[in-house]
């Protein structure tokens, strides 16, 4: 469908006002912003909201699609048709899964991390989806393939994560420890082992930091840190060329990152239930104290344009400025400045959400009409 009319809808511009006017949709791109007659499909928007496609600069839930249970996998061909579709019925147009380049064997080793950036070349999407580095720390012996897949540009965003100190911890209790073993396919007692042979080289781990820092940088990709759990971790992280502070374990933290000029980024999830699964800092107060200025799927699809409703709910936000926690910020932080608006030249990734629900009832993809409800199919017609 080379050109689609979105006709009569409640358009956000990128002035933070709803206008109810059409938008012609032509190679990809948003053509025109306003009434227009051109002949070919229209897709009838009245009574809905027509909102730039939501950018998810960090979701990991399709570690289910890969591994659905402890110890069973599918391709990672099979796992991303699922994951797309399900990125695309919730209204997410552009995708960063954050792969976990860990030491553990399993569902975060390095064959799946192959496996998955394969199958993403290999395959056709109609969503982009791109890899969200996540490097755990102590991986060294992973290290070289990691730079060679930055230098190759196979990575688009790169997160320091250190998991193994808290790994290490959970390992003492038996009950948690087994959620670490199953998820790696080993048995808790060679599991803890293999930790420990790990942790002894930590002397070791900020050369590693140092020389993937360089290599994110060299390749003009942007960088975070993951779960920050002092002011002075994250001022070392910035130091290093990282302007995302991921998951700060503090408030303070975030405070902090925001005053100097870093993105803040906290789970829709956290906003959606009510609070952090974690018992951590509420991401929906982080928001409206102006802290939080980025949120992500994290674990779960559904959460995102549920957590911008639920912040205009609350009464501190008007919906342009909760979703641009979803749009123009995560584009923002990730340097892609051909989406998370609608205007005129920008790229056409749109979608039209039921405002009474609400629910998604079409997304538009690259100037594709990649998910179509069947309320949406009943309002597709050719001019």
């Not at 600069?57 to 591994?67: N, S």
Request: glycine share 10%; net charge negative.
């Amino acid at each position: 469908m080379e050109r689609l009319r979105v006709a009569g809808g409640k358009v956000l511009l990128t002035d933070s006002t709803f206008e109810q006017t059409d938008l012609l949709l032509e190679g990809g791109m948003i053509a025109r912003v306003g009434t227009h007659a051109a002949p070919g499909a229209v897709l009838d928007a009245r009574g809905l909201l027509v909102l730039p496609g939501i950018v998810d600069i960090h979701g990991d839930a399709f570690e289910r699609q890969l591994q659905p249970r402890p110890g069973v996998g599918f391709p990672a061909d099979v796992a991303l048709v699922d994951t797309e579709a399900q990125l695309l019925a919730n209204g997410i147009t552009t995708a960063f899964h954050g792969v976990t380049l860990s030491w553990e064997p399993g569902l975060r080793s390095l064959d799946i991390w192959r496996g998955l950036l394969d199958a993403l070349e290999e395959g056709s999407w109609v969503c982009d989806m791109r890899v969200h580095l996540r490097w755990e720390a102590f991986n060294l012996d992973a290290l070289e393939v990691a730079l060679d897949d930055i230098a190759a540009g196979r990575v688009h965003l790169l997160a320091f994560n250190d998991h193994t100190p808290a790994i290490l911890e959970r390992l003492a209790d038996s009950v948690t420890g087994a959620k670490f073993s199953d998820r790696a396919g080993m048995n808790l007692t060679e599991f803890r082992k293999l930790a420990e042979r790990i942790a002894a080289a930590q002397d070791r781990v900020p050369a590693g930091l140092e020389r993937i820092g360089a290599a994110a940088r060299d390749a003009g990709i942007p960088m975070a840190s993951h779960d920050d759990a002092t002011i002075a971790m994250r001022d070392d992280f910035r130091a290093r060329g990282a302007r995302i502070c991921e998951f700060p374990m503090e408030k303070a933290v975030g405070e902090a990152a925001r005053a100097a000029g870093d993105w803040v980024v906290m789970g829709c999830p956290n906003v959606a239930r009510g609070g952090s699964h974690l018992g951590w800092a509420s991401a929906a107060t982080l928001v409206e104290a102006g802290t939080c200025t980025v949120l992500s799927s994290d674990y779960y699809y559904p959460a995102m344009m549920r957590a911008a409703f639920t912040l205009v709910g609350r009464g501190k936000l008007d919906l342009p400025q909760a979703w641009a926690l979803i749009t123009a910020n995560p584009a923002a932080a990730a340097g892609l400045a051909d989406r998370g608006s609608i205007a005129q030249g920008r790229r056409a990734d749109i979608v039209l959400v039921d405002p009474l629900k609400p629910r998604v009832i079409a997304t538009i993809a690259g100037g594709k009409l990649a998910h179509l409800t069947s309320a949406g199919a009943a309002r597709l017609y050719r001019a």
